[in-house]
């Protein structure tokens, strides 16, 4: 077992990319996430690896497509309005079917927004973000750790499906440090018969695109596109349950949002208030199926969310509505306090027991 | 046992850096800890703080939005954080750089002219170590052994001319 | 006996482009490059949004249909991860000039060792015939109809000019497929923009100047005289950049 470093969590996503075998990077300055930048800077030239700080986040997404289009791992990392501008690229690696690593360490918006943590690209992540119909896998880490463990299984995940993955963090989780324990990976790139590494005259020519002009063809490659998804949908959504085994009523939150709702869980039970927590690691594929299997236990569910009321939404999704759901949360760079949450977990739960 | 400190001053005091400190002294002693950062334009030339959390169970939120411990290196760190600290609390104060006193009675207050101390050990730059000593001997969040494997975490190879003095601030502060 | 064979780096696929247009030639000629230096298996080549949009399938390598404009920023992602292959770009004039502006100029200051197929007709063509970033001043198109004003629509961008400004780019030229002369010249630029990546010298760009008959709404015949008449006038044929020859001759 390797010794526990600590790092932020910027750091932990960077370092853990260059364990799972990626070499190239391709990213342009925005805050809070600068940090996995320029620790790129400074290891990939070491490794035999790549860095490239692109003219914009456009060009870097667009450069993260030639190479996902070899079939070597490849990823990109920006903050919120940057992302915004790399869906067009988004859309095309996942309109030609190519695994690549997507970071977005949440900031406030919309617009320039602010720089302070925030979970208002909800929406974005999970639902597509560019044109067109198409999912990201999307992570959402709790801890340094996770911000590492969660960069390599995007990269597993991506490959496997053949989808993009997205790594959805914050502010918080981007520049706070934990210690952080870097596993080794096992990588051995695999061959693979899509990829365009030249012909060597040996095969016909591999072509990536997602250009389809033929209405007939497009609406078979969608098709068959969801036919993946369904089973991502089926066997890659994760969660993290605390506290459920006898609750009556459940937070969800996730990332930095529930770290902060554990606390207040905690302190919901000394207070004799039987509430727990399901925390989605995987925004999408969504965990469906825990939900609905809470709601037929619990009296009501909690979204806690740095947003508007994003996620809130699946959770009435994922529960069919069939017990209320309340949102609680801050917004614009600010972070719900535990006490915050205490107080509308009293609030549903109709006041201390 | 968990102490959730928050240390603020001005940008240039090594506040973050302090931190940091803290955080690895935990972690060598096998304690769960976190280290949070504001961030931003605050950060050149304005106020700097960062939330450190050590403890004996695993971390929920890393966030100190109420310290137990509040070190405050300068005055409008004391004014901003001053109300929040729990009652039961510690203030640290850097009483070179802050005339006034803790006004709050249900905490213990120390008051350590650290600024000054640092100079006149001949290292201006190392007030926030001499305030490490200090908390270290007060608060018991973590232990004054081995100070050598915390600091050698934080000191690069490139600054390791600055070992020696970082380790007599400590002592300076501890000593006070 | 033959005289006269297709590149074997096209394939067989039937070219979708309006009689008389002369991207079938430049299609030749950049196959016929890669035949002539023997690299078909290890060249990726970068399509582009706009009339080449297909190029995919005509080119007998590995191709990728990249986003409107970014096909360097592709080729940059290519390049970078494979340096022993050779990836070229092949982009129109509203591809590269107007929407992909920052990818060109920028694949240029690093000296990205890439080459860039520049096909300038003066005209979207795809789309219907608007006006492109080259279009000349006066030029009728659909959304100039009353001729391009440069008081309003500003003035053609002058790409192989631009980019020889920069310091970084190896080798800059502009050619015209109008006549067999002006075919012969483009033949040797692109080859040699082929043999500068093979020989890691860098960015290598050849200007294409081009015709649409379609969209100008001339015969083929009238398209080539247009092109002598006024697109090489305003858009002179030439070298605009050479750095080893310069280094060379200094």
Redesign the interface.
């Known amino acids: 077992m390797a010794d526990k470093v600590l790092m932020k969590g910027n750091e932990a996503i960077a370092e853990a990319a260059i364990k799972a075998g990626c070499r190239h990077y391709f990213g342009y300055p925005i805050t809070p996430q600068t940090e996995i930048a320029a620790y790129m800077a400074k290891r990939m030239p070491k490794i035999g690896g790549v860095f490239l700080q692109a003219e914009s986040e456009i060009s870097a997404i667009n450069m993260v497509y030639g190479v996902a289009g070899t079939g070597m791992r490849v990823m990109t990392s920006s903050s919120s309005p940057g992302v915004s501008l790399k869906q067009e690229g988004i859309s095309y690696i996942a309109g030609a079917d190519l695994p690549a690593l997507i970071v977005n360490v949440q900031r406030g918006g919309p617009g320039l927004g602010g720089i302070q943590p925030s979970q208002s690209d909800y929406f974005q992540a999970t639902k597509g973000g560019g044109h067109g119909d198409y999912h990201l896998i999307v992570l959402a880490p709790a801890s340094v750790q996770e911000m590492a463990d969660m960069t390599i299984l995007s990269f597993e995940l991506a490959e496997k499906y053949r989808v993009p993955a997205m790594l959805l963090a914050d502010g918080t989780m981007g520049q706070m440090m934990e210690p952080v324990e870097l596993p080794e990976v096992d990588y051995k790139p695999t061959e693979k018969d899509w990829t365009v590494t030249g012909t060597q005259m040996k095969r016909k020519h591999n072509i990536v695109n997602s250009l389809y002009l033929l209405p007939e063809e497009l609406e078979k490659t969608n098709i068959e596109r969801f036919e993946r998804y369904k089973a991502i949908e089926e066997n890659e959504a994760r969660y993290e349950s605390f506290m459920m085994e006898d609750a009556e009523y459940c937070v969800v939150a996730f990332g930095i949002a529930s770290r902060v709702s554990k606390n207040a869980v905690i302190a919901a039970r000394n207070m004799g208030i039987k509430v727990g927590m399901i925390r989605p690691i995987t925004l999408w594929p969504f965990p469906k199926k825990p939900l609905a299997e809470a709601a037929e236990k619990v009296k009501g569910f909690l979204s806690v969310e740095l947003s508007m009321g994003q996620m809130i939404e699946d959770v009435k999704l994922a529960t069919e509505c069939k017990k209320p759901v309340e949102l609680c949360n801050r917004v614009g760079g600010m972070i719900p306090t535990p006490e915050q949450v205490l107080e509308a977990i009293k609030k549903m739960a109709g006041g201390e027991k | 046992m968990t102490t959730n400190t928050l240390i603020a001053g001005f940008g240039g005091q090594g506040v973050l850096f302090a931190g940091k400190f803290m955080a690895y002294k935990g972690m060598l002693e096998g304690k769960e800890i976190s280290w949070l950062p504001s961030y931003g334009p605050e950060m050149r030339g304005g106020t700097a703080n960062c939330s450190v959390i050590l403890s004996d169970e695993p971390i929920g939120s890393p966030i100190v939005s109420n310290p137990d411990v509040l070190i405050a290196m300068n005055l409008p760190s004391l004014d901003k954080y001053e109300d929040l600290v729990v009652p039961g609390g510690m203030i640290f104060v850097d009483s070179t750089l802050i005339e006034r006193k803790v006004e709050r009675t249900d905490v213990k207050v120390f008051y350590i002219p650290t600024t000054k101390l640092a100079q006149e050990i001949g290292a201006p730059t190392l007030a926030n170590m001499i305030m490490m000593g200090k908390f270290i001997k007060e608060s018991g969040a973590v232990t004054h052994d081995d100070m050598e494997a915390a600091l050698s975490k934080v000191v690069s190879a490139k600054r390791a001319d600055m070992f020696e003095i970082n380790l007599k601030a400590i002592d300076t502060g501890y000593n006070y | 006996m033959v005289v006269f064979e297709k590149p074997k780096s096209l394939?067989d696929a039937e070219l979708h482009y309006c009689p008389g247009c002369t991207h079938g030639i430049i299609h030749r000629l950049v196959a016929q490059a890669i035949d002539d230096l023997g690299i078909?298996?290890?060249?990726?080549g970068?399509a582009p949004v706009g009339c080449a949009?297909?190029a995919?399938?005509y080119?007998?390598?590995?191709?990728?249909?990249?986003?409107h404009g970014?096909a360097p920023?592709?080729?940059?992602?290519?390049k970078?991860?494979?340096p022993e292959?050779v990836i070229f770009t092949y982009q129109g004039d509203g591809d590269l000039a107007s929407i992909g502006m920052?990818?060109t100029?920028?694949a240029a200051t690093r000296n990205e060792n890439i080459t860039i197929i520049f096909v300038n007709n003066a005209i979207y063509g795809m789309t219907g015939g608007q006006m492109a970033p080259t279009s000349l001043p006066g030029q009728v198109t659909q959304t100039s109809p009353y001729g391009r004003d440069v008081s309003t629509a500003g003035y053609p961008v002058k790409v192989s000019e631009m980019l020889s400004t920069l310091d970084g780019p190896e080798f800059i030229a502009r050619v015209a497929v109008n006549n067999i002369k002006n075919i012969k010249e483009a033949q040797k630029a692109i080859k040699k923009a082929f043999e500068n990546q093979i020989n890691n010298k860098g960015f290598s760009l050849v200007e294409v100047v081009s015709t649409c008959p379609t969209n100008w709404g001339m015969t083929p015949v009238d398209a080539l005289k247009w092109v002598d008449e006024k697109m090489i006038p305003y858009y002179p044929l030439g070298v605009y950049k050479d750095r080893s020859a310069t280094k060379e001759a200094e």
């Open positions: 394939t078909e298996g290890k060249t990726i970068v949009v297909m995919y399938n080119f007998a390598c590995d191709m990728v249909e990249a986003a970014r920023a592709v080729a940059t992602g290519l970078r991860a494979m292959n920052a990818e100029v920028h």
